[in-house]
């Protein structure tokens, strides 16, 4: 299968779709024999078995049928149109049944892997997810227009992209709608319209999906409009216990906040955060409304209000990318705008400046996107947004926090008839009962786009807060009373090419449930938080009165994520203050590596293990379901940030390119030589990929770390089980293994541990150089009365020899 070095000389009347029956793996590997295929893009959609198309396993000697998930869709183009009507009409030979003409045998072994074989067309352009957003945005405001994307297929030429623009925009018109805005980004290969159309032409092409838009050859796909939507909370604000304290901020702010507009003049946020609002988003949005981003500032710069911790000692930069909607009491992302398009606006804003403006922020090394596509849960595609993210993030070495999503229909938990049987079960019961929902339930209650991005970190909700001693609720149950588990509305993965997603899980806040009962059993939604229950920090004055120091409870994925962003800013401040001087350039990649490294599955990965039964042979299957759930756990920042006597943790950073390898000698202690007793290793190695969103692989630069000598480290040490599997670590950018082991050992390669990072090509050769960070800790059992930190640090200096810089903590 060759690639087109400039992919974009692919017309999209010649693209053809491969729908797939079984391992695209299978499929690469024969399509790779017949040459003139061009990849477009992949769909890893999965579809339904058939009595034609399943996967067959073998159980005591017999063949039986598994009826879970298959396959994938595939987008390939042709070098000609006589080439695709060419292959269309192989395709209807070998569905006849007859043989293949001479000399073209290699393709019935291709077809054999699928399950039909079309040209583009209006099937592949209106997605299902469409014409379900048609239906109930119809049925919603029937008299109103239905506004909608349109992607186009992206050509490189100007003029092209402007003919193809100028045709729709056309059609369109001829049907009576308009078009609202547009964007092209060239970078990752995005040409968007935003499109008004009456709902009587909508309804015909619900009715007709091959009709009008649906038969354009520039339209990729027809999709539901992208909103980042949080709705006016409607429990009341509470009253302050003590003011604001702590002394203001110094400094150049690294953290910076893309959200709502905040209540910048609020008594906790006063003086402690950058408001910077170019497009004016403030008048848009009354101070009354302005919730959801005066939270998520307050969380940032003072954590829960409830834990009474000490302000962050620098600035927040925040930028508004929201407003407020009366139509839909929320603060949302512009209607009239793509969401994508402002945050790459306003990201190049502040790192790059704007013709002759200089950037208004360059020293932000994290970005906090609180926000999610409530119309794009990820579906196995990579969004355009994601691509986006993942392009701001290796071009200027910025770290993004997004926020995993928060999935808040209702859970359907059959294992309870009545309201009755569910209260008056025990904890432990419901807790099973509502885990087991939560599995059966996944495939619906995925992330939010973009969380998919392969170079952000996206953060999930674990269930817990500071609120100590609550009210009993009214109505409301606690379904995980012993915490450490996500919270039930907690978006899970997995991610683009089934790679770990959530990456962590940090505290979102204790998520309460109310039960109902239908259809002979009852269902689960979960409460916003409040009077019993979330996290506390700032907030508008609902009432409009003027009140500038209420403060108001909440949960979510939007608070883990503003807490951990709080993480990063502590971790990058207690480095310098130990000495460190950190580059610029690899600050983000540096701080993504320490904020994955103290992460656990702990007791979580334990009840899930159970509650998902015996992995049997499936075991990685298995695995990759508790993975979705917990990514790679929820990190213990104190790990970071604290000194232990029994721990010592280094890390170091550099840049690396294709087929070039870094190594690292480390020295152990002395004595750990002959020691019994149980020491852990923990590896995290992080990076920046370059993206190639035209290449089936799409991640450009896939890094390894592995061992330089001795394959047990000289610990004698082995990968524990309660954490992902090898193959779906490796699929990511960040690649988190913990090691334990407790036989006496004899140090091999001279007493030192030794590691080498690699860094190969993925998705075509990698013209540029890969910022990537590693962490490593060794650490013993507390009272083992080895000194791991004194004897390490005494040798460190001289012993660790690489190309990156590197230091200890």
């Given at each position: 299968m060759s690639l087109r070095a400039d992919p974009d000389a692919i017309a999209p009347e010649r693209a053809i779709v491969f729908e797939v029956a079984g391992s695209l793996g299978d499929f690469y590997s024969q399509a790779g024999r017949i040459?003139?295929?061009?990849?477009?893009?992949?769909?890893?959609?999965?579809?339904?078995?058939?009595?034609?198309?399943?996967?067959?396993?073998?159980?005591?000697?017999?063949?039986?049928?598994?009826?879970?998930?298959?396959?994938?869709?595939?987008?390939?183009?042709?070098?000609?149109?006589?080439?695709?009507?060419?292959?269309?009409?192989?395709?209807?030979?070998?569905?006849s049944g007859q043989s293949m003409p001479w000399g073209f045998s290699p393709w019935k072994t291709l077809f054999d892997l699928l399950r039909d074989v079309r040209a583009w067309g209006p099937t592949d352009r209106v997605l299902p997810e469409t014409l379900n957003y048609w239906r109930k945005r119809i049925k919603a405001r029937p008299e109103e227009p239905v506004r909608f994307e349109v992607e186009l297929w992206f050509h490189k030429q100007t003029d092209?992209?402007?003919?193809?623009?100028?045709?729709?925009?056309?059609?369109?018109?001829?049907?009576?709608?308009?078009?609202?805005?547009?964007?092209?980004?060239?970078?990752?290969?995005?040409?968007?319209?935003?499109?008004?159309?009456?709902?009587?032409?909508?309804?015909?092409?619900?009715?007709?999906?091959?009709?009008?838009?649906?038969?354009?050859?520039?339209?990729?796909?027809?999709?539901?409009?992208?909103?980042?939507?949080?709705?006016?909370p409607d429990d009341l604000p509470e009253e302050p216990l003590m003011e604001s304290s702590g002394d203001p901020p110094q400094g150049t702010p690294i953290a910076g906040?893309?959200?709502?507009?905040?209540?910048?003049?609020?008594?906790?946020?006063?003086?402690?955060?950058?408001?910077?609002?170019?497009?004016?988003?403030?008048?848009?949005?009354?101070?009354?409304?302005?919730?959801?981003?005066?939270?998520?500032?307050?969380?940032?710069?003072?954590?829960?209000?409830?834990?009474?911790?000490?302000?962050?000692?620098?600035?927040?930069?925040?930028?508004?990318?929201?407003?407020?909607?009366?139509?839909?009491?929320?603060?949302?992302?512009?209607?009239?705008?793509?969401?994508?398009?402002?945050?790459?606006?306003?990201?190049?804003?502040?790192?790059?400046?704007?013709?002759?403006?200089?950037?208004?922020?360059?020293?932000?090394i994290v970005l906090n996107l609180s926000l999610g596509d409530l119309n794009r849960p990820f579906a196995g595609r990579m969004s355009p947004w994601a691509r986006l993210i993942d392009w701001?993030?290796?071009?200027?070495?910025?770290?993004?926090?997004?926020?995993?999503?928060?999935?808040?229909?209702?859970?359907?938990?059959?294992?309870?008839?009545?309201?009755?049987?569910?209260?008056?079960?025990?904890?432990?019961?419901?807790?099973?009962?509502?885990?087991?929902?939560?599995?059966?339930?996944?495939?619906?209650?995925?992330?939010?786009?973009?969380?998919?991005?392969?170079?952000?970190?996206?953060?999930?909700?674990?269930?817990?807060?500071?609120?100590?001693?609550?009210?009993?609720?009214?109505?409301?149950?606690?379904?995980?009373?012993?915490?450490?588990?996500?919270?039930?509305?907690?978006?899970?993965?997995?991610?683009?090419?089934?790679?770990v997603k959530p990456d962590i899980l940090f505290d979102g806040g204790r998520e309460l449930v109310r039960a109902s009962e239908d259809e002979g059993h009852?269902?689960?939604?979960?409460?916003?938080?409040?009077?019993?229950?979330?996290?506390?920090?700032?907030?508008?004055?609902?009432n409009a009165t003027g009140r500038l120091n209420l403060q108001r409870r909440t949960v979510g994925t939007s608070n883990a994520t503003a807490l951990l962003t709080r993480s990063a800013v502590q971790i990058y401040d207690g480095l310098l203050d130990a000495g460190y001087e950190i580059p610029r350039a690899h600050a983000a990649v540096l701080l993504k590596a320490l904020l994955v490294h103290g992460a656990a599955w702990g007791e979580a990965g334990e009840r899930l293990e159970e509650a998902f039964g015996p992995p049997g042979r499936d075991w990685q299957r298995h695995r990759d379901n508790i993975s979705r759930f917990l990514g790679y756990g929820r990190p213990d920042i104190g790990r970071v940030l604290d000194?232990?006597?029994?721990?010592?943790?280094?890390?170091?950073?550099?840049?690396?390119?294709?087929?070039?390898?870094?190594?690292?000698?480390?020295?152990?202690?002395?004595?750990?030589?002959?020691?019994?007793?149980?020491?852990?290793?923990?590896?995290?190695?992080?990076?920046?990929?370059?993206?190639?969103?035209?290449?089936?692989?799409?991640?450009?630069?896939?890094?390894?770390?592995v061992p330089n000598g001795d394959d047990k480290f000289s610990l004698a040490v082995g990968r524990i089980p309660d954490q992902p599997t090898l193959s779906a670590i490796n699929r990511g950018t960040v690649s988190h293994c913990v090691f334990e082991g407790d036989r006496a050992i004899a140090f091999l390669d001279e007493g030192f541990l030794r590691l080498r990072v690699t860094c190969r090509g993925q998705a075509g050769s990698i013209d540029?150089?890969?910022p990537f960070a590693l962490a490593i800790s060794l650490e013993t059992a507390v009272g083992s009365g080895i000194a791991v930190y004194d004897e390490v640090r005494a040798a460190v200096q001289t012993a660790v020899r690489a190309a990156a810089g590197g230091s200890m903590s």
């Open positions: 040459t003139g295929l061009e990849f477009l893009l992949e769909d890893d959609v999965e579809l339904s078995p058939d009595d034609n198309f399943h996967i067959v396993e073998t159980k005591q000697g017999a063949k039986v049928r598994r009826d879970e998930s298959i396959g994938g869709r595939l987008y390939m183009a042709m070098p000609d149109l006589r080439a695709l009507q060419e292959i269309l009409r192989l395709w209807e030979i070998y569905s092209r992209r402007a003919r193809a623009a100028l045709e729709i925009g056309n059609q369109v018109a001829a049907l009576g709608g308009q078009v609202v805005s547009s964007a092209a980004i060239e970078p990752i290969r995005y040409h968007g319209m935003l499109v008004d159309l009456p709902a009587q032409r909508v309804t015909e092409l619900l009715e007709h999906p091959n009709v009008t838009l649906a038969r354009l050859d520039d339209i990729m796909y027809l999709r539901p409009q992208s909103v980042a939507l949080f709705p006016n906040l893309l959200d709502g507009v905040p209540l910048a003049n609020h008594v906790r946020l006063a003086g402690r955060i950058i408001l910077d609002d170019p497009e004016d988003f403030g008048a848009r949005t009354p101070a009354a409304r302005r919730a959801h981003g005066t939270s998520m500032a307050s969380l940032i710069v003072h954590g829960d209000l409830q834990a009474g911790e000490p302000p962050l000692a620098r600035p927040v930069y925040v930028r508004p990318v929201m407003i407020y909607n009366v139509v839909e009491d929320a603060e949302m992302t512009p209607p009239e705008k793509l969401p994508l398009d402002i945050i790459y606006i306003a990201v190049r804003r502040l790192l790059a400046g704007e013709g002759n403006e200089p950037a208004s922020a360059p020293s932000i701001l993030s290796f071009q200027h070495r910025v770290l993004f926090l997004v926020s995993a999503g928060n999935v808040r229909s209702w859970l359907p938990v059959p294992e309870f008839s009545t309201r009755a049987d569910f209260d008056a079960a025990t904890p432990e019961a419901r807790e099973a009962a509502i885990i087991s929902a939560l599995d059966r339930e996944k495939a619906f209650r995925s992330l939010l786009s973009p969380a998919e991005g392969i170079n952000a970190l996206a953060v999930g909700a674990w269930h817990a807060d500071a609120f100590e001693n609550p009210p009993e609720p009214l109505n409301l149950t606690d379904p995980f009373p012993n915490c450490g588990l996500p919270n039930v509305s907690s978006g899970v993965g997995l991610g683009y090419r089934r790679i009852i269902w689960l939604t979960v409460d916003g938080g409040g009077s019993y229950a979330g996290q506390l920090a700032a907030t508008a004055d609902s000194c232990s006597a029994e721990r010592a943790t280094l890390f170091a950073y550099g840049d690396i390119i294709e087929d070039v390898q870094d190594e690292f000698d480390i020295p152990l202690p002395p004595s750990l030589e002959g020691f019994t007793q149980v020491r852990r290793l923990t590896i995290t190695l992080a990076w920046l990929t370059p993206i190639n969103p035209r290449h089936q692989q799409y991640r450009a630069a896939t890094l390894e770390v540029e150089r890969v």
